[in-house]
């Protein structure tokens, strides 16, 4: 199945993708034959999206690409093909520029290989992964926790999660997703952080002032609690069990 259509209903449904993650100029790492170009004007502030694939040059290092000079790189099931998930993650976050993310999905050793390495399913897979385990079946198993933080203070990880919403747990051994519902993978978003935000050691709020008619709801907010608390000194929160 095509993954990264597959994923779609489920990121149109978490609006970060929209308004955070798909924004500016885009990378699209393996895309073929299910590029994320296909669905461009769904996330209206992505400007355009690249397809890089076999005749580009080797993905894991994106020769040729400017250090920060995409404000995403997508992945959809490409970092288990490489010789070196970890230089081609790097690389992925280095031509990515600060503030902009990376959107990462690969197959879930267990939910996709089942026990089963090399693959019997895809046989140009190198790797497994796991979010994280202490001990896993397959040799080649990557726990992504540890990959991640080797990629050093310039990643943010927003999102590691496993995605079994639709997978069939009683099922025997089968690859599910071949079914139109069925993930059966981890996704990753990391986001660069600026060089001021690794300096102060996270990400601190803004410097300056908003705009005057947010400043006056926002204070408003403020002044509505603070009333709120003067106008009921004497009796305690949630006391009041009294009949309605």
């Known amino acids: 199945m095509k993954e990264c259509s597959k994923a779609l ?39 355009s999206i690249r397809t890089w694939d076999r005749e580009d040059g080797d993905a894991q290092h994106l020769a040729g690409v400017a250090d920060d000079s995409v404000g995403f790189v997508h992945a959809s099931h490409c970092l288990e093909h490489l010789v070196d998930p970890q230089e081609g993650l790097a690389n992925w976050l280095r031509v990515t520029a600060p503030g902009g993310h990376l959107i990462v999905t690969v197959p879930d050793e267990d ?43 310039a990643a943010q990880v927003l999102k590691l999660e496993l995605l079994e919403s639709t997978y069939r747990y009683a099922l025997p051994a089968y690859d599910q997703t071949l079914t139109p519902v069925a993930e059966c993978g981890i996704e990753l978003v990391i986001r660069k952080r600026p060089a001021r935000e690794i300096v102060a050691g996270g990400r601190l709020p803004a410097a300056g002032q908003p705009l005057r008619e947010m400043r006056i709801h926002l204070n408003q907010y403020r002044q509505d609690r603070a009333r709120a608390r003067s106008g009921n000194e004497t009796e305690p929160p949630f006391r009041d069990d009294g009949e309605l």
């Open 9 to 47: 209903a489920r990121r149109l449904a978490d609006a970060s993708f929209a308004t955070r993650y798909f924004v500016g100029p885009g990378l699209d790492v393996g895309g073929r034959p299910d590029p994320l170009s296909l669905y461009l004007e769904l996330f209206p502030r992505a400007t």
């Open 111 to 153: 939910l996709y290989e089942q026990g089963v390495f090399p693959s019997v399913r895809n046989a140009d897979h190198r790797h497994t992964f796991t979010i994280w385990k202490p001990r896993s079946w397959s040799e080649s198993s990557i726990n992504l926790v540890e990959l991640v933080t080797r990629l050093g203070p």
